[in-house]
């Protein structure tokens, strides 16, 4: 369980870019919080910015769409490797708009 929570924090670490500060909890379920914060955010001493969801791949997902959010409205010049999923993390915004909440499809 730690071993495979620590390479799925470096793994979410390394595509969410040198801005996020990536972070994987256990909430009192034994499901993975993961937790997404923005270092550039935070040392501006702007409001820091932030997002948690729980559960396992499409908390990912989801946490990680909101990250790729945040890049590009925020920060457009900077790159990161997650930014190549933008286009997948819109078209899963506007099922989510469309059908409300579900589970999402296996990222693989
Ligand atoms: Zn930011």
Redesign the pocket.
Known sequence: MTASRTAREKRAAAQAGP?ARVKIDLDDDQQFVYKIS?T??TAKGHRA?STHRSGDDNGFMAATDRWIF?LRE??PDVDAPCLAFLPEARERLQQRRDAGPRTGPDPK
């Open positions: 801005l923005c550039e955010c910015w945040h925020k920060h």
